[in-house]
Structures are given as structure tokens and as C-alpha cells.
């Protein structure tokens, strides 16, 4: 089975830093141009296999093996996209970029397990296999390997398996993800044969239940205020421009600080939700795909949510690298009428939506996302969902997804209060959440 050990990756220079980001750059930049050609022999009909190979144009830079495994994400992308299409319920997003000019890339690249070595000790260090075009710039002998500086500590021991290496632009630090495969006797949750169903909204990101009972609800409103607040911004700067002026360096500025926002967050929220499912012992993961939810007839709001914030495509791309990193299967599946069937009785006429509030005539209320991913997961899971626990409820604080705590219902004397301060579980409703 496949564990994951992640540590801090720090260049001993300058030089060395330019260096390594050269290197991600570059690996953007291949994705980037790959996707391309590709995208364009797909909307001509025509086989996207045929693109050209941009395997020489960049070896020298990225090394020979970092290319190959750069291209092998893509064909995986666009592997994963055909399957989907076979899927008539299913809605296919075609693959993605990995950033732009006027938003800022993502800086991340691939190694291949024979390309690196790491060393734990003392002097803890990461190697990596460079181009020769980047060792000659750089003044490293041809058959040396980028030094780097690790901290951290490897919580597991295992073969090692493809290294991903990236730049966290809300933290200014280079951080590394190694897959490792360890003996089933090693494993730390229990045994991984559970079902989970994930459940995407404009205003509370991710709704996901288990079938050992276990709800997760990421709120979004806050994150999103921000991001339309940054917009705004942006809008009234463009409006000041002269009329030959598209942009200006503060605007460019501001779009690539929104962007890197919601991408800390996002990617943040879908290690947090991974780390807690593979602690369930959740095996596979339901996907509700989005037929019939991106829709080009919705208010302003709610299509900036849907198009811009949500980053859907994006989303879910680092939804299935860090599912593989700890052993997650996805399958996509249609979630039509997810939001207005009852998960009680089964009943879809003269259920009541009102913002995060579900109630339907045989007596069930519940959360409304919460609700639609139990509908989810009962409809495709092998068992259907045992009693739910009160769901963690999580907020973002501009560096990790906290479980939050809301105030009780029920009013508590002074002296009650004073005896009893680490209580910290509260009702809220139908949601309750756990700090």
C-alpha cells in the first residue's frame, strides 16, 4: 500500500533557488504547451495522440526522465477525461492548465523514483536529476545531481515512488510529496474498505458522508467574499486604465494574489478531507459530477462562484493526485436530483430547499449538501449509510481548515460554565461540529 511523507525543501543559495524554480517553471511550461495542442486537435476532431512531441525542447532543461514524466500526467489527464466521456451521466471536464501569465503558474514538477535520493540524518538532503543546458548555466559537472536541504522527518519507510516537488507561494517555501510503499503490516488506519460520497456547492465546498457515518462540510462563503472582494478591486483598477491599457502591474499583482489564495485553500481543503477519509478507512470515493450545474443562466454571483472561485477542473486534479497518494479509487457518478431526493424516504416531490436547510413531508430535516451527499452515496455505494455522527464542520483561516464550534442551543448557568470549559462539542440544528 502507498503512504505519503512530506517535509519542507530549502535551496543552500540563491543560485540554487533560481535554479529549482527554473525547473518547476519549465515543467508548467511543458503541461501548458502539451494541453494546448492538445486541446486543439480535440475540438478539431481530430486525435490528440498526434501532437507534437516537445520531448527534445525541453530535456535539456528538465532532464530526460522529469519530461517523460511530465508528459505521463498529461496522458493520464487526458486518459482519465476519455473514460469519463464514456460515461453518458457523466459531464467530462477536458484538461486543464496549470496557470497563466496574468494569474501565475503553478510551479510543481514530477521525478521519477530512480531520478532522486534523499537523505535523513544531520545533513538531511534531497537530490535531483537536472538538464544538462540547467547544469552548464548553473556550473554543475555533468553527471551531478541539485543539492537541496530537507527538514522534516519521514514518518514512513518504504520503496519510494515518484517524488512531487512544488512552490507553496502563501508560504514562499519549495515542498516535496513522496509516496512510499510500505507493508500491509505498517498500515495506520483501519482496514480500507469503506465508501464515501463528495458532494461540490457555490457556498459550502465540499459535503462528504462516509458510510461508517462520518460527515465533512467545508464552508466557502468567507473565502469567496474575499476572492469577489479582490474582483472588485481588479474592476475598478481596469476601469481607470487608459483605453490602449489592458493591464496594469498592480492588477496582474492582485490576480495572481487571488489566485494563489484559493489555491492554498483548495489544496489544503483536499489533503485535510484525503487525510481524514484514509483515517476512516474510506477506500473509494463517489464524485458528484456537475451536469446541469454549470449553467451559463445564473445569477453574476453565482457563475463567478462556479467559473471562477471553484476552479472545478482544478479541484478535482488535486483531488486525484492526492487520492493516489494514499490509496483512494474516485469514480465519477451523475448526482441528478441529489439536492431535492430525501435521503429518509426516497421522496423528490415537495422536499423544500432554503439555503443550507433541507426538509421533506415524511419529517426529515437535515443540511442540504450534507443531505445530497448521503442521497449520493446511498445510491452508488455497495452499503448503504449507517447512522451519521454529528458532522465536522470547517472554516478556512487563511492557513488551514479548523474545525469550528458554534454556540449551544441551550443556555448554561455561570457556575455551569465555570466547571465545564473544555466542552467544546455544540449543536447547531441539524450540524454540529468538533474542534
Known amino acids: 500500500m502507498k503512504r505519503t511523507n512530506t517535509f519542507e525543501v530549502r535551496p543552500r543559495s540563491e543560485s540554487d533557488r533560481e535554479l529549482l524554480r527554473k525547473l518547476l517553471d519549465a515543467s508548467a511550461s511543458l503541461w501548458n504547451e502539451l494541453t494546448y495542442e492538445r486541446r486543439q486537435r480535440f475540438f478539431a476532431d481530430e486525435s490528440i495522440w498526434s501532437a507534437p512531441d516537445l520531448y527534445d525542447r525541453y530535456k535539456g532543461v528538465l532532464s530526460a526522465t522529469t519530461a517523460q514524466q511530465v508528459r505521463r500526467k498529461n496522458d493520464a489527464a487526458w486518459r482519465s477525461f476519455f473514460a469519463l466521456l464514456e460515461d453518458p451521466e457523466t459531464e467530462a471536464n477536458v484538461p486543464g492548465y496549470w496557470g497563466n501569465e496574468d494569474e501565475g503558474r503553478e510551479l510543481r514538477t514530477y521525478i521519477r523514483s530512480d531520478a532522486y535520493s534523499l537523505e535523513w540524518g544531520k545533513r538531511s538532503r534531497l537530490e535531483i536529476s537536472v538538464g544538462q543546458t540547467l547544469k552548464k548555466e548553473y556550473g554543475l559537472a555533468r553527471t551531478d545531481r541539485l543539492r537541496l536541504e530537507i527538514a522534516g522527518q519521514p514518518k514512513w519507510d518504504g520503496a519510494p515512488c515518484q517524488l512531487e516537488l512544488y512552490y507553496d507561494e502563501m508560504s514562499e517555501t519549495f515542498r516535496a510529496i513522496q509516496p512510499v510503499e510500505v507493508p500491509e503490516d505498517q498500515q495506520d488506519s483501519p482496514l480500507a474498505s469503506h465508501e464515501a460520497a463528495l458532494d461540490v456547492g457555490a457556498n459550502n465546498l465540499v459535503a462528504c458522508t462516509t458510510t461508517t457515518g462520518q460527515q465533512y462540510l467545508y464552508e466557502g462563503r468567507a ?19 487608459d483605453d490602449s491599457q489592458r493591464l496594469s502591474a498592480r492588477i496582474e499583482r492582485l490576480y495572481s494574489k487571488r489566485s494563489r489564495r484559493r489555491n492554498h485553500a483548495q489544496d489544503a481543503l483536499v489533503r485535510d478531507l484525503v487525510e481524514r477519509l484514509h483515517a476512516d478507512g474510506v477506500s473509494l470515493l463517489y464524485v458528484g459530477e456537475l451536469s446541469g450545474v454549470l449553467r451559463h443562466d445564473r ?35 451523475s448526482e441528478a436530483w441529489t439536492s431535492q431526493e430525501c435521503p429518509a424516504c426516497g421522496r423528490r416531490a415537495a422536499t423544500t430547499r432554503s439555503g443550507d436547510s433541507f426538509a421533506c413531508p415524511c419529517g426529515y430535516e437535515g443540511h ?46 455561570p457556575s455551569e460554565e465555570r466547571t465545564n470549559r473544555s466542552t467544546t462539542t455544540t449543536n447547531c440544528g441539524n450540524l454540529v461540529s468538533v474542534d
Open 368 to 413: 442540504a449538501d450534507l443531505s445530497a451527499s448521503v442521497v449520493l452515496l446511498n445510491r452508488y455505494a455497495d452499503d448503504s449509510t449507517g447512522p451519521t455522527a454529528r458532522p465536522v464542520r470547517l472554516a478556512w483561516d487563511n492557513h488551514r481548515w479548523r474545525p469550528i464550534t458554534v454556540a449551544p442551543p441551550e443556555r448554561t448557568t
Open 223 to 241: 473565502l469567496f467574499e474575499r476572492f469577489r472582494e479582490t474582483t472588485e478591486l481588479i474592476a475598478d483598477l481596469r476601469r481607470k486604465l
Open 299 to 333: 445569477s453574476v454571483e453565482t457563475n463567478e462562484k462556479v467559473y471562477n472561485f471553484w476552479a472545478f477542473g482544478r479541484l478535482l486534479q488535486r483531488l486525484e493526485s492526492v487520492c493516489e497518494e494514499y490509496g483512494l479509487s474516485i469514480e465519477y457518478r
